[in-house]
Nanobody
Framework: VQLQASGGGTVQPGGSLRLSCAAS????????IGWFRQAPGKDRESVAV????????LYGAGVKGRFTISRDNAKNTVYLQMNSLKPEDTAVYYC????????????????WGQGTQVTVSS
């Protein structure tokens, strides 16, 4: 089972992008839970995560009010709608998952997808 990330690209400041993270292959043994990002020279940070049920979401301080995370459990896919993008949002975005449903406590991902580059530049 792999996590497949898609939707990255280059956009101007103020623009929007939508990222998708889908678990593919085999039985449903991996649950995508959200996104982390890493900019050059910086540590990886949490952007947005969502519980397996979709009832609880957590956002990084720098993205609240601009990004929205959602999930479609029928497709075992998590989405990240990113609006009002800023140059400081430029980073490689990594899809994160868990091998068991996440319902409470810290997200603690144990599975990672490949990164997708998001560049915000005029």
């Amino acid at each position: 089972v792999q996590l497949q990330a898609s939707g990255g690209g280059t956009v101007q400041p103020g623009g929007s992008l939508r990222l998708s993270c889908a678990a593919s292959g085999g039985t449903r043994s991996t649950y995508p839970i959200g996104w982390f990002r890493q900019a050059p020279g910086k540590d990886r940070e949490s952007v947005a995560v969502i519980t397996t049920s979709g009832t609880r979401t957590l956002y990084g301080a720098g993205v609240k009010g601009r990004f929205t995370i959602s999930r479609d459990n029928a497709k075992n896919t998590v989405y990240l709608q990113m609006n009002s993008l800023k140059p400081e949002d430029t980073a490689v975005y990594y899809c994160a998952g868990k091998r068991s449903p996440w319902t409470t406590g810290p997200p603690l991902p144990d599975t990672w997808g490949q990164g997708t580059q998001v560049t915000v530049s005029s």
